[in-house]
């Protein structure tokens, strides 16, 4: 397997040791690094977007960039392999294809444009419109806090092709970013530059049919089944995340000198540390079993749970570990500011107050899964 | 309607009574639990159990409100000998 390219301007190291990070690199040059170590392809099954998610595949990739790089990288890594490549290959015709091929390849790289200018919570209210007709699409709107906006080659837009809020009523169009009349601006924040995070809009942005991507209407349905693998890669990459900076935090309570030992030799530390450990471990085994049911059947009660319990989990955890580094970790790139990107977990992809609402619509199935046997007495 | 149909609808009718086990064409979808999340995943597996593309044109608010709107539109895509319309 081809390397991937090694450069550590800030001296930083990865978690085990073994490889250097590079916590300045961008989004798009992340993707193309994976996409030319030939990682991307093994996200799925057999190499094919269209065979679903390989969880193995998509973890190991998730931790690798990860390890080497920083979370607004690895995010946008992490919404191109579960939700815009896999939505993309719902579609078909010769500008989906290229566009799948040059992204699976790390050429280019594409974002997937669904949240709107009114509220992310409330997806039905989108505005975007795509005016479809027999020739072709013209499509006016505005999306905003997209990742990978600033790089992005294409934006695959999630629109409604006709008024009111049901789920039949949106549909996906692909648009390039050089299209006329699309407008695109950095968002403003320092946090998530490196993901491109930025705004969009669309001034009657004409196209031909070809850039339909899917059945007309299905454009919830569709988003809805994969927005489940996000939240599974959510979990995954958590699991990764927590476990990366729990290892470093570890290492520096070990090696800190504090009285006759070192400030892990402190009871209120460890057990502070052992807590988190125990969050992780809760989060880890939530994903181990329910990963299948995700993958497989698009299961969005059981993805739903998942991003409800890595939403909750890594701030909690990070948030601990930027407490045990005290003064230190507001130092510019330290674990303050890994803790406040980790915020996101909590947000993007769906907010933990949305996903619990999810599983408390299927309270009754959990409750059944946790049943066992009452046995005669 | 067919009892494939009824059978595929009746785990989604979550907040049914006793009394409303008997699914019948006037039987209020929204009303025993099919919200907009369970009215795609219903989507979904009337599609893969069917073999059929429900036309975009019939996914409305109106095809989703009873069982009977929704199996009219499900049978129409069948083939007549599973729709149980009768041909001449």
Known sequence: MPELPATDPAGAQAADGAAPRDTAMSGSAAWAALGAAGHLARVYRGGDVRRGIDVDGLADVLATADARWAIPATLSASVQLATALPVLATGTGPAVERVLARALSGRATLALAATDTTAGTDLTALRTEAAVDTTGVVVTGGKKWITNATTAESFLVLARHRPGRHFANFTWVLVPADAPGVAIRPAPSTLYAGSGAGHVSFDAVSLNREHLVGRVGFGLPVFARHIAVERLAGALWGVALCRRVLTDTRRRLTGREHQEGTLWNLGHVRQRFAAALVRVRELHALTERSAPRVAEHYDLQAAATLKAAAGTTVPYVLGECAHLWGATGFADGGMQEIRAQAALFGIGGGTTEVVLETVAEGAERVLDDLGREVLQL | ?88
Do not use: C, Y
Not at chain 2, 7 to 33: C, N, Q, S, V, W
Not at chain 2, 56 to 75: H, I, K, P, Q
């Open chain 2, 1 to 88: 309607m067919d009892p494939r149909f009824t059978d595929l609808l009746r785990p989604f009718l979550k907040h049914a009574g006793p009394d409303e086990l008997t699914i019948t064409p006037e039987t209020d979808l929204r009303r025993l639990g099919v919200d907009s999340m369970q009215a795609i995943e219903l989507l979904f597996q009337l599609e893969d159990s069917f073999g059929i593309q429900l036309p975009n044109e019939d996914m409305n608010d109106a095809t989703f409100a009873t069982a009977g709107s929704l199996w009219r539109v499900v049978a129409a895509q069948l083939p007549d000998e599973e729709s149980g319309r009768v041909t001449a």
